[in-house]
């Protein structure tokens, strides 16, 4: 097996010191409903840092000088985003084909390496063991590393080596049955797996299909709650399904693209990022329009290709900022009786 190789800069010295605006707030929604709040954002292994010059020295030293471009230790097109129960942070990175790792509580950074070489990582999910799932779109495929960073295998190939799927797009992991799932476009489906590769259960039709529980382009999927959510872009919705497949719900959504994400808080409210309007749209569980936040532009809430989007901890949304080249932390549902993000 290919070794794996984990680069790790640790910055002892320093506390986390990243842009903060806490007292920033979006704009709009509807009355009564609180809005997000802005956190904090990040796009290197620099904002683990403060300012000091040996800490810059021997981040030169490893990952090359900071004027160098591009830089392998800094966010080039982020994709995706998602949080493990340890509340590191995965980023995976069309452009530098990586997957970057935060850990801001130890203040350390890493890549994942190993295995087959990344080349167009479009989904990432963790387990509640710590095991990584990264989606592949241009190998077709699902590869697994431990909590270490250390990859493991493929979690599905047929006999022959070739990649069971066809078009692997958003991938999520249920954190209570640890079930698998992963959007495959080009065959209009949903896979549902175990932690060994085995198929459990497949929602849609082989050529899709816009009826109940069918899909055309599935691109993004959260489990949880003992629900399954799909966003379903070639039909322009989000289903909701019960841990069985089972139909339970459909809304509609506007301006669905290829590099939209989709995630849900604690409360069940649905989030959907349209990359055209460089907005979130927030709907609740049963679809109602709750509010909207974001445009284009590089400041604070502002986004230019916005794409993949997170819940961690029930109520601290991250926003993968593509053009941008940066994480976008916010913490919804007000500050009041919550923890911070």
């Not at 063991?129 to 590869?143: H, P, Q």
């Not at 382009?217 to 919705?237: C, F, H, K, T, W």
Request: proline share 4%; charged share 25%; hydrophobic share 35%.
């Amino acid at each position: 097996m290919t070794q794996a190789f984990v680069l790790v800069l640790v910055f002892i010295l320093a506390p986390v010191s990243v842009e903060r605006a806490s007292t920033w707030r979006v704009s709009g929604g509807e009355k009564g409903i609180p809005q997000p709040v802005f956190v904090r954002q990040f796009a290197s292994a620099e904002d683990m840092k403060r300012e000091h010059p040996i800490l810059s020295r021997s981040l030169d030293i490893i990952a090359g000088s900071k004027d160098a471009e591009p830089r392998s230790y800094a966010l080039q097109d982020p994709s995706a985003v998602t949080t493990d129960s340890r509340h590191r942070i995965f980023v995976t990175d069309v452009r530098a084909e990586a997957v970057h790792v935060f850990d801001f509580a130890n203040s350390t950074y890493s890549r994942l390496r190993g295995g087959e070489t990344l080349h167009l990582p479009l989904g990432v999910a963790a387990d509640r063991d710590g095991n990584i799932y990264v989606s592949d779109s241009a190998l077709r495929t699902v590869l697994v590393y431990d909590s270490r960073g250390k990859f493991i295998r493929p979690l599905k190939k047929m006999k022959g080596g070739e990649s069971f799927f066809d078009g692997v797009r958003g991938i999520a992991v249920d954190p209570t049955t640890g079930r698998i799932y992963v959007c495959d476009k080009f065959r209009h489906m949903v896979f549902s797996l175990d932690q060994k590769g085995r198929i459990r259960a497949r929602y849609g039709k082989r050529f899709g299909g816009d009826g109940p529980g069918e899909f055309r382009y599935p691109m993004q999927v959260v489990a949880g709650g003992g629900e399954i959510v799909v966003l379903d872009s070639g039909n322009n919705r989000v289903q909701i399904l019960d841990a069985s497949g089972r139909f339970l719900k459909a809304f509609r959504v506007s301006d669905v693209e290829n590099g939209s994400g989709l995630a849900m808080d604690n409360d069940g409210n649905i989030y959907v990022s349209d990359p055209q309007l460089n907005r979130v749209q927030v709907f609740s569980h049963d679809g109602q329009s709750l509010y909207t936040f974001g445009e284009t532009g590089t400041g604070i809430g502002q986004f230019s290709g916005i794409s993949g989007i997170w819940v961690d901890s029930g109520h601290c949304l991250y926003v993968a900022d593509s053009g941008n080249k940066r994480v976008q932390l916010f913490q919804i549902g007000g500050l009041q009786g919550r923890d911070r993000c």
